[in-house]
């Protein structure tokens, strides 16, 4: 028996390679679905199956191209409506695997139709729990994120039920492999562990400590983080279907000239300029949205870009390709092509180009010494809960967007975040939206707090 954790930080997203007798399973691949193939090509074995813990909304899965490339049956659970073949699993159903056994179990509550994958080895004692959303290394998947006539309440209920009666009672050293780590929008609590066991999550996880309906309900909807655009969306494509990914990176590889570039922009393409942060500040197109690939580039795209936009490319050289299979993840296929040359096409032809100002942290006492400027913070509530500059105005980068009409646009305003990358895409943002007068903190509150921590202060119960 052999098992894989196939990890991607920019999602938080786990997906998970199971083999035993030349048979393998995956679990919840991505969309760029080659990498799983070529994981069994090498070890000599045969995709037999493609375990779909639910119809995600915060990636675009693989399953469709996976199963069309190796021949392995997509199973759902019950309750699953796919609008392509795919087998739709009992609960309780076993299936096997070389030498082991696979059970699905039906565990609503994240959606209608989540599972969870128990694995047998191959003495038939239980080993481990593939749990997708249903329950993670310190939480549980929250119960808002399915539309339809479904109440969070009605699933939060679901979901308790799921947890008593189908992993609570597993052995307590049952390995527990969740789809998503820190990071991950899918929960509120989410631990940095990779895995965990039946027996931690019983003893540290809050969910799975709370043993009344009512409180658990209670618990599990209170404080549930922004939901990013795109989910719903996502959750959409994974349940009817998708273009296969192939074609769309194929489509959207397309070197521009800069004035095929520009017509694109003038006929209402968003430049999206996936450069790091400080690099964008140097010198980049006016209108430029920036959001580097060296941050949570999927989340903050889906988050500020509406899906379906179509898209122009500024990217690193030879970043394109990664640009594009990153926004075809979750399921962004407007992508109209890219700059063939990235900006040095722009500076050849001697067009005007926007900076953002920058400012190291040790800078910032003396900046506001002389009130030139205002603080923004773009930071979530809860960092702004633990520590905030004095002074500052808090409207979350996820708010940015319908909210910076508050904003006066005659203001100069500095913006700071935890290290500089958020802080970069709202001053982008802020730029794109008539804002003449931005900077930025590189190095965020975190470089604050080491050279001026006089600056900070631990705020009150108000994190507006």
């Not at 947890?163 to 050293?173: E, F, I």
């Not at 309900?217 to 990013?228: F, N, Q, R």
């Amino acid at each position: 028996m052999f098992i894989q954790q196939i990890y991607t930080n920019c999602l938080a997203h786990a997906a998970y390679y199971i083999e035993s007798g030349n048979e393998a399973a995956v679990i919840d691949p991505l969309r760029d679905y080659n990498q799983y193939a070529a994981i069994a090509e090498a070890r000599g074995a045969t995709i037999k199956y493609i375990f779909e813990t639910h119809f995600h909304a915060d990636f675009v899965s693989g399953h469709i191209d996976l199963a069309e490339k190796t021949g392995g049956v997509i199973v759902f659970g019950p309750g699953a409506t796919p609008g392509y073949k795919a087998y739709i699993a009992e609960d309780g159903e076993i299936m096997h695997l070389g030498d082991t056994k696979l059970e699905v179990l039906h565990t609503p509550g994240h959606t209608v139709e989540s599972i969870c994958v128990l694995l047998y080895d191959e003495q038939g004692r239980n080993h481990a729990v593939f749990t997708g959303d249903t329950l993670f290394a310190g939480d549980v998947g929250r119960p808002d994120l399915m539309s339809g006539n479904h109440l969070k309440e009605e699933l939060a209920a679901m979901l308790f039920d799921s947890l008593q009666t189908k992993l609570k009672t597993l052995p307590a050293d049952t390995l527990v492999y969740p789809g998503h780590g820190a990071g991950s929008a899918c929960g509120k609590n989410i631990s940095s562990k990779s895995f965990s066991t039946i027996e931690d999550e019983l003893d540290g996880n809050y969910a799975m400590r709370i043993d009344d309906k009512d409180e658990f309900i209670k618990a599990v909807t209170a404080d549930l983080p922004h939901v990013p655009g795109y989910f719903f969306t996502d959750a959409g494509i994974n349940k009817k279907g998708y273009k296969p990914f192939d074609e769309v990176i194929a489509d959207a590889l397309v070197p521009l000239t800069m004035q095929q570039f520009s017509e694109l922009h003038n006929a209402g393409a968003i430049i999206l300029d996936t450069r790091r942060p400080m690099v964008f500040a140097k010198g980049c197109i006016p209108g430029a949205i920036n959001i580097g690939l060296t941050g949570d580039f999927a989340v903050w795209v889906g988050t500020l870009i509406t899906p379906g936009a179509n898209i122009v490319l500024v990217a690193e050289p030879g970043k394109e390709k990664e640009a594009i299979e990153r926004l075809a993840r979750i399921g962004y296929e407007s992508v109209q092509g890219y700059m063939q040359n990235g900006m040095a096409d722009w500076l050849a032809a001697d067009k005007y180009c926007d900076r953002i100002t920058t400012y190291a942290g040790k800078e910032c006492e003396a900046l506001l010494d002389t009130t030139s400027y205002q603080l923004l913070d773009v930071r979530n509530r809860r960092e702004v809960a633990k520590h905030r500059m004095i002074g500052a105005t808090h409207i979350p980068l996820n708010e940015l967007k319908v909210k910076m009409g508050t904003l006066d646009k005659n203001v100069n305003w500095l913006i700071y975040c935890a290290g500089g990358y958020r802080s970069m895409i709202a001053a982008s943002l802020l730029r794109s939206g008539g804002f003449e007068h931005v900077a930025s903190v590189e190095g965020g509150i975190q470089e604050i707090l080491s050279t001026v921590p006089q600056l900070v202060e631990m705020p009150d119960n108000d994190t507006e």
